[in-house]
């Protein structure tokens, strides 16, 4: 069946550094979205990525997605205690327009 | 403006017990709804989504049951819970008109415990 893989499963990282998570497609496709879920809440959206080659910025977050729309990644610049949480991508089936949920990153920061 | 409801927030059950969840959508109209489960640390797993009253598709066949009585109410249920529907449920609307994006929006989930 259709999957998309994401890694890390867990990133720790001290304040003040970087945090990457990638997002790998089996299949292509029609767009791929990204949200956050702080700890003990629910999921909330932060962007979609449409476009093959699309890079958006959010402030610290830049987002992008692959040449063949079957990559993504979330690249969060200096990192801050509020960036902790877990962050997700979810791919929209180019066949069937149903989400395909990664599995998340969990950003920790180390104390 | 659009809000979801589920309760309850939090549920203690017993094995061998029935569950109902409710889940209830203000502020549009035939939206999508979906029930996710997510496990302690783990990622979301889609259990059920309907596209209309009476429309529901199930993703992975278990023990649970959904039905959508009104256009924007999401129900649910189990006869006989297992101590493997302990999980966070999350109930979730999606719908074009009310935004170009295909995101979906999350209510606040009840955290089920079978003990």
Known sequence: ?111 | SQTIHQWPATLVQPVGSPLSLECTVEGTSNPNLYWYRQAAGRGLQLLFYSVGIGQISSEVPQNLSASRPQDRQFILSSKKLLLSDSGFYLCAWRDLAVSSYNEQFFGPGTRLTVL
């Not at chain 1, 089996?26 to 700890?39: A, C, D, E, G």
């Not at chain 1, 990644?73 to 989400?99: E, K």
């Open chain 1, 1 to 111: 069946g259709q999957q998309v893989m994401q890694i890390p499963q867990y990133q720790h990282v001290q304040e003040g550094e970087d945090f990457t998570t990638y997002c790998n497609s089996s299949t292509t496709l029609s767009n791929i979205q990204w949200y956050k879920q702080r700890p003990g809440g629910h999921p909330v959206f932060l962007i979609q990525l449409v476009k093959s080659g699309e890079v958006k910025k959010q402030k610290r977050l830049t987002f992008q997605f692959g040449e063949a729309k079957k990559n993504s990644s979330l690249h969060i610049t200096a990192t801050q205690t509020t960036d902790v949480g877990t962050y997700f991508c979810a791919g929209m089936s180019a066949s069937n327009y149903q989400l395909i949920w990664g599995a998340g990153t969990k950003l920790i920061i180390k104390p």
